[in-house]
């Protein structure tokens, strides 16, 4: 994986077309920003109940947005980044069909987990109460086949996302049959989705258990055989990323935006910066991406201390919910269906209050810290909630899933907050300095990033009371790169 800035995107919502235009797109007006991308499921169909992730067919790419040979050619573009929904399969796909129809006789049958699978006498309340879901409600799900018989899969989810039996001679089939499809059609880095839930076993929490961790590293290295990259998308507790990441090429940094976020609102760098002297370096940073701000990740988990503690959550959640008027409490919890119990859902930048200076340094910080740099498409325009979608459809993370054109995306390109982040991706990119060692010194409301390369020091400074920040570059004399503040007023 490169060490530059990658984009995170579907490709519909973001080029108002297929694979062709999303290609055209980031050679054209997006040229010189991304050495990769994060294309979200593009499998058929991409408009199912969540948004691509219960595909009926993951072997399929939608016909609406193109075919296989246009991956491979949009590959040749960028690294191009696919999810492999290691968890679960929609309950409209074909094998699950199959199953619904002939019962044990399916050769299906033991491709998706059942409760008798795992609690062959039926589960406890007592066991029920320690698995660990992040939507509130059963993991279970009644189905019933053909002859009449009402059978309980696991549905970790929704209703409609059928859990996968993972050790079973099916579920290992369907797994290698994915990877190698990515495999030969270019894909070089696999974003292994829902995996901290993939392995259940019985009173546990069902949830990055022992055998969870071998699962990822068996799978990671199936890949590596492969030639493909993996990342570990994991929601928990910090230290939770940081046992993943040793296991896996990169784990997401999910602490990071929660903790910018309460940098900017407190202006004290204290929690942020403990956080970055600690955290893994072999992580992809994110401010947004298609789900919501993870909360979970910077919290407390039980008796585990979190970077933020109880007091300081809520007062980040409130903080959100005032800065957008309120729009992220109607997208987030019981407001909206889809509901997550760990994320607020919100654009980034309505979570500054439309800040633009904030949200620069936001951006400037994910940049220098220890990292492979992603940005959501929402995040490069700098877009405003889309309640108009939300009210439309009730699922909360469609606040931040806008449909764009071709047309919208380049009237946002020419605000002022765009063409800062822009100038901020094309120093990530090119700046010799990121490939050197990191450090960082802070106190308060004031901090400094630094990257010592062989050649030069580059240096992210700012004040949080003063509202300065620069970017400098130290060689034999000091030069200044970026002035966050002359950037917005276009000087």
């Known amino acids: ?210 055998e969870t961790f071998e699962f990822i590293n068996a799978l990671s290295k199936r890949a590596n055989q492969l030639g493909m990259e993996t990342v570990a998308e994991i929601h928990s507790h910090f230290q939770t990323q940081i046992d993943i990441a040793s296991r896996v090429d990169r784990v997401y940094d999910f602490a990071l935006p929660p903790l910018i976020l309460h940098t900017l609102f407190t202006k004290n760098v204290t929690a942020l910066f403990h956080w970055l002297d600690i955290a893994p370096r072999n992580c992809l940073t994110v401010l947004d991406t298609h789900d919501g701000i993870g909360i979970i990740d910077a919290g407390p988990m039980g008796v585990k201390p979190g970077l933020l503690n109880a007091d300081e959550i809520d007062n980040l959640v409130e903080t959100i919910h005032k800065n957008s008027e309120g729009q992220s409490r109607k997208a987030t919890g019981a407001a909206a269906s889809n509901v997550d119990l760990y994320q607020v859902n919100c654009s980034y930048f309505d979570a500054l209050a439309q800040n633009e200076w904030d949200y620069l340094l936001a951006r400037a910080i994910q940049f220098f810290a220890p990292g492979v740099p992603q940005v959501y498409y929402g995040g490069l325009l700098a877009l405003e909630n889309d309640m108009s979608l939300l009210g439309k459809t009730n699922v909360g993370r469609d606040i931040n899933r806008p449909y764009l054109t071709r047309e919208s995306v380049l009237q946002h390109l020419d605000k002022h907050v765009v063409s800062g982040l822009m100038a901020l991706i094309k120093l990530r990119n090119l700046h010799p300095a990121f490939n050197g060692e990191f450090c960082l010194v802070g106190d308060e409301c004031v901090g400094q990033l630094k990257w010592i390369g062989t050649q030069s020091t580059l240096i992210l400074q700012f004040d949080l009371h003063r509202k300065i920040a620069q970017v400098f570059e130290e060689t034999d004399q000091t030069r200044l790169l970026l002035d966050l503040n002359s950037m917005l007023t276009g000087e």
């Open 1 to 210: 994986m490169k060490n530059q800035v990658q984009l995170i995107t579907y490709v519909d919502r973001l080029s108002g077309g297929g694979f062709n235009t999303l290609e055209s797109l980031v050679k054209n007006e997006l040229q010189g920003l991304f050495s990769g991308a994060h294309v979200l499921p593009f499998f058929y169909p991409i408009d199912g109940s969540d948004a691509g992730f219960d595909p009926i067919d993951h072997s399929e790419v939608d016909a609406r947005l193109g075919a296989w040979h246009d991956v491979k050619s949009f590959a040749k573009e960028v690294e191009v980044m696919a999810d492999l929904i290691v968890n679960h399969m929609s309950a409209q796909s074909p094998e699950f069909l199959d199953v619904l129809a002939k019962g044990e006789k399916s050769p299906y049958w033991d491709l998706f987990l059942k409760e008798s699978d795992v609690f062959p006498e039926g589960i406890t309340s007592q066991q029920a109460e320690l698995i660990y879901r992040p939507r509130p409600g059963s993991c279970f799900s009644n189905k019933t086949l053909a002859d009449g018989t009402v059978v309980k899969f696991w549905t970790t989810f929704t209703d409609n996302q059928i859990d996968i039996n993972v050790n079973s001679p099916a579920g290992k089939a369907y797994l290698e049959k994915v990877l190698a499809l990515f495999a030969d059609n270019g894909v070089k880095i696999i974003r292994l989705d829902a995996a901290g839930y993939a392995i259940k076993k019985a009173n546990t929490s069902c949830f990055m258990l022992d």
